[in-house]
């Protein structure tokens, strides 16, 4: 049984011996019943305070760069940012390109071009074609990668094209072989735009054809990772260079910068182009329980947390010191467990620190090794 904000409330006061809440009782609650629904929501703060770095809160989340902007906003839901975790990339121009739950964005050409759940979601093209346009530079060159498979596992090949209208072969038009059915094939290759709008065209001809994915980048943009750099440190050293008011100052940006304020970070230089794109991790902030069917954010198994700590918020509240030490006393030791299994480490492997030093001697030469930490 999930544990759900009316689970979490009616075992606290049914601990207390106090009355239990409906669904329908639920949103209608007085005095105690109020209390404890709110002391859930006060234990669920303290606990993810403890552990701002807990992995249950970590996400990953995309920023697309625009030419001469360098300042961008974190995501409202921002606790704590890493930013040992920010990395450039070519941005990924395709939408819904690895097909997860749906062939949405996709324009049907010939046939009817379905969605199927095989592998992690697909485009299956029996006898049929789909296409997207997508905004490109003119003369900019850009990678595909096209990956297929064959349901039937029948020896075939699938049409792949870029041009300036749909089906178009201006910039690119070729054939992908299918022959390792187990594992499917995949077309790695490159084009030059010739338009600002180019269309990424894919046909099975009589035959059917899953595509597992579609990506378009710029090929001349390497992923690389960013610095980070203090804003002390920006002040003094890119900020004047930053702040020239023409476009040769703009480049591809190396250094990112947190605004004292942490409501946005900085990027230096201010980007050239608009086909960057900046992923970086951090640790969201939780949504308060609200509706009686909210489902908290911990494991089941850790439910007891809150409900010792939501008691002893009770027990405070009715001047019991000796039953509120009691619980929170509960509470600190399923915290420590919570910390183990979910806590965030340094690093996901042992090592060990060794100092070799020779020394030499009348009769020869030893080396000496001290073990230093592991």
């Known amino acids: 049984m999930a544990t759900t904000y009316l689970v979490l409330a009616n075992r606290i006061l049914r601990e207390l011996n106090e009355v239990e809440m409906t669904s329908t009782t639920f949103s209608s609650s007085r005095g105690i019943q109020t209390a404890v629904k709110d002391f859930i929501n006060k234990a669920i703060h303290d606990i993810y305070n403890e552990g701002a770095e807990l992995p249950l809160l970590h996400t990953t989340t995309t920023q697309a760069l625009t030419t ?98 749909a089906g178009g072969t201006q910039n690119l038009n070729t054939t992908i072989g299918v022959t ?73 940006p190396v250094k990112v910068v947190r605004k004292p304020d942490y409501s946005s970070f900085i990027l230096s230089p201010i980007p050239g182009e608009g ?47 000796e039953h509120a030490q009691l619980a929170d006393r509960d509470y600190q030791r399923k915290l420590k467990l919570l910390k183990l299994d979910y806590g965030t480490h340094s690093a996901d492997y042992m090592r060990t620190d060794v100092i070799t030093e020779s020394i030499s001697t009348n009769v020869g030469t030893r080396v000496v090794l001290s073990l230093i930490h592991i």
């Open 275 to 321: 086909e960057y794109t900046v992923s970086y991790d951090y640790y969201k902030t939780h949504t308060d329980l609200s509706a009686h069917g909210d489902n908290m954010g911990l494991p089941d198994r850790f439910s007891s947390i809150i409900v010792d700590r939501a008691k002893y918020y009770v027990y405070m509240l009715r001047s019991d010191p």
């Open 180 to 252: 390792n059915f187990g594992e499917g094939n995949i077309l790695d290759t490159t084009f030059t735009a010739t338009a600002t709008t180019s269309y990424v065209y894919v046909e099975s001809d009589g035959v059917q054809l899953d595509v597992d994915y579609i990506r378009v980048s710029r090929s001349d943009i390497t992923p690389s990772k960013l610095s980070y750099i203090s804003y002390d440190t920006y002040l003094q050293t890119n900020k004047p260079a930053d702040d020239v008011n023409q476009s040769s100052a703009y480049g591809k």
């Open 68 to 165: 001469g902007d360098g300042e961008y906003d974190f995501p409202s839901d921002m606790r704590r940012v890493d930013f040992e975790s920010f990395f450039l990339k070519p941005t990924e121009l395709i939408t819904n390109g690895e097909f997860a739950s749906n062939i949405t964005s996709w324009t049907t050409g010939d046939g009817s071009p379905s969605h199927t759940s095989s592998g992690n979601g697909r485009l299956n093209l029996n006898d049929a074609a789909a296409y997207q346009s997508i905004s490109t530079v003119k003369n900019k060159t850009y990678r595909i990668q096209v990956r297929v498979l064959s349901p039937n596992s029948s020896a075939t090949t699938l049409i792949v094209r870029v041009g300036t209208s």
